[in-house]
């Protein structure tokens, strides 16, 4: 039986059991809701939708439809170290006595070729931003915390790729892979992502924050730092969200007023801005460490929005390092992109970051569902292993069952939430998962300490 077969049959028990399967909608992993309400967030009508708006409905019948290969991307988003057969295979696991005709790898290839990076880009934009919750966590205020930050990936070295990405110049003068940036735009509190950018890596952090502008809405307050340039700040500014950023302490800032609690207002091209200078130390067993922060914020008011909240809010930003590290070392565990062309990384990385976001929902649905419990506290990981174990194991699929999918997944979570997130003190530091070799720094250190953590606002 082939896939095609599968798609226009009108038996109940093919519709039912072997289609939801085969794309494994209803596998909890690309339809996760509220747990006792499904609430499907990629459904066939959706993926249908948007092949039709980017014109990518297979115009003959074909052993792999079109819409087959979008969840055959997403699925390996999941399963990043397998070969597509291997994860169609997966896909199929559950199909006994139904399974479809095994397509050869070239037929893979060529029906992601068909299909193309604009399907899985359009699919990322219905399912993208803050997830919805209603812990207070990520929100300060009144005002939704987000932030902005780049980060670079890997991909495969071949002549297509270095034809748009470049390879990274170490400071010994050897390179690597060639690079794709990426920059995104996450809620603090759910690491979800509300929007995201990626290219060269030969563009810099700050084209790529330019371009995330569109996706920042009055009610949000930004948080990041090295984002302090004068026209980056006027053009964030004039979506209407709030921002608090992080300049150098030596900035020559021009003081129009003070505040009352000591921080100042100066004037950055036409807008006016808050300067907060706050001293910081940190407290381990090995010692106390203080260092200097100058934060930049449109929250002029100090008696509604203090300097010393504020300072402790900057510290929130650290959640999209968070989110990053799920991307790059839990779902890619280290490795190179698959696609060995531009389009093929681009309709990759769309598909990586759907599924992620996919997979975020579904987890704070579950911790949701016992209030007061921190979004933070749910383990990426597991939800990650329970998401591909759904795949394989096809639970509540077939006719006659209850599909309790997404529960499924919320239960683990729940079952192993993570204890309360500790202070953080440096940046994020991998040891790449290919490699058995320490990543290459100065004076890396990898001991997790306890750490307090003092802040004392003063005036410049």
């Keep these: 039986m082939s896939l095609q077969d599968i798609f226009t049959t009108g038996a109940p028990l093919l ?26 967030i990629i459904p066939f009508e959706m993926v249908d939708e948007v092949l039709a708006e980017t014109g990518a409905v297979q115009r003959r019948i074909r052993l792999v439809p079109a819409r087959v290969t979008v969840y055959l991307l997403l699925a390996a988003a999941f399963f990043t170290g397998l070969g597509y057969q291997q994860v169609f295979d997966r896909l199929c696991a559950g199909l006994t006595g139904l399974a479809p005709v095994r397509p050869s790898g070239s037929a893979l290839r060529q029906a992601r070729q068909r299909l193309g990076p604009a399907p899985m880009k359009a ?5 993208s931003g803050p997830a919805a919750t209603v812990a207070a966590a ?12 780049g980060t670079l990936l890997s991909v495969p070295d071949c002549p297509a790729n270095l034809a ?58 930004l948080g990041d730092r090295n984002f302090a340039a004068a026209a980056l700040l006027n053009q964030l500014a004039a979506t209407g969200a709030d921002l608090l950023v992080r300049c150098k302490t030596n900035r020559k800032l021009p003081t129009l007023a003070r505040c009352r609690d000591g921080s100042t207002l100066t004037r950055i091209g036409p807008l006016t801005v ?66 060995r062309t531009p389009d093929g990384i681009e309709q990759e990385v769309w598909a990586l970051l759907t599924a992620y976001q996919a997979l975020r929902t579904a987890m704070t649905d579950a911790t949701d569902s016992v209030p007061g419990t921190d979004p933070g506290r749910a383990g990426f990981t597991t939800a990650l292993a329970a998401a591909r174990d759904q795949l394989l194991l096809a639970a509540g699929i077939i006719t006659g069952t209850d599909i309790d999918l997404v529960g499924t997944i919320g239960r683990h979570v729940l079952a192993q939430l993570l204890p309360a997130r500790r202070v953080r003190t440096k940046d994020r530091i991998v040891k790449r998962a290919i490699s058995k070799y320490n990543a290459c720094g100065p004076a890396i250190d990898r001991t997790t300490y306890k750490a307090t953590i003092n802040m004392l606002t003063s005036s410049p």
């Excluded at 289609?19 to 499907?40: D, K, Q, S, Y």
């Excluded at 699919?123 to 399912?127: R, S």
């Excluded at 990520?138 to 930050?149: E, M, Q």
């Excluded at 995201?196 to 330019?210: S, W």
């Design 274 to 339: 808050r300067v907060i200078d706050a001293e910081i130390t940190t407290r381990t067993f090995q010692g106390t460490r203080t260092s200097h922060y100058r934060l930049l914020t449109t929250l002029t008011d100090p008696a509604i929005h203090p300097a010393g909240e504020l300072v402790r809010l900057y510290h929130e930003r650290w959640e999209i390092e968070t989110a990053y590290a799920e991307l790059k070392s839990t779902i890619l565990g280290g490795r190179v992109l698959r696609a």
């Design 138 to 149: 990520g929100r300060w205020r009144g005002l939704r915390v987000v932030a902005v930050d």
């Design 15 to 40: 519709e039912q059991a072997a289609i939801t399967r085969t794309v494994g909608v209803a596998a909890g992993v690309f339809a996760p809701g509220h747990i006792g309400e499904l609430t499907r």
């Design 123 to 127: 699919l990322f934009n219905p399912v």
């Design 164 to 221: 748009v990405f470049t390879r990274q110049r170490l400071g010994n003068g050897i390179s690597g892979y060639p690079q794709l940036r990426l920059a995104a735009l996450v809620a603090c509190g759910t690491r979800s992502v509300i929007g995201a950018v990626f290219g060269p890596a030969t563009a810099g952090e700050l084209e790529y924050a330019r371009r995330l502008a569109a996706d920042l809405r009055a009610g949000m307050l």
